[in-house]
Nanobody, 124 residues
Framework: VQLQASGGGLVQAGGSLRLSCAASGPTHSTYSVAWFRQAPGKEREFVAAMRWSGNSIIYGDSVKGRFIISREQVKKSAYLQMNSLKPEDTAVYYC??????????????????WGQGTQVTVSS
């Protein structure tokens, strides 16, 4: 399985960006796709995750109400719509795929495959 993240860029605070994650290989309905991010000097942080089936959507506390995860399973693509962006959202964003149980979908160690990351920079 290979994952390709794209869509990052530079945006002003309050703006929006949409990230995409294209998967090659199996995207079975019971698999999960997730977004994580990592800012310089900080640990990797969970952003959002969902089953490829469209069920079991969860968000990290810092992005709830602002970010929306979605997917088009037929296209093997997942998306992260990021609204009301803040400077603290600046990070490299990674998409990942794995088979975690629902209660472990926020855990980066539960994911087997990772994309290369895309940089998101939010200016104040």
């Amino acid at each position: 399985v290979q994952l390709q993240a794209s869509g990052g860029g530079l945006v002003q605070a309050g703006g929006s960006l949409r990230l995409s994650c294209a998967a090659s290989g199996p995207t079975h309905s019971t698999y999960s796709v997730a977004w994580f991010r990592q800012a310089p000097g900080k640990e990797r942080e969970f952003v959002a995750a969902m089953r490829w089936s469209g069920n079991s959507i969860i968000y990290g506390d810092s992005v709830k109400g602002r970010f929306i995860i979605s997917r088009e399973q037929v296209k093997k693509s997942a998306y992260l719509q990021m609204n009301s962006l803040k400077p603290e959202d600046t990070a490299v964003y990674y998409c990942a795929q794995g088979r975690p149980i629902i209660t472990n979908m926020h855990n980066s160690r539960a994911y087997d495959y990772w994309g290369q990351g895309t940089q998101v920079t939010v200016s104040s």
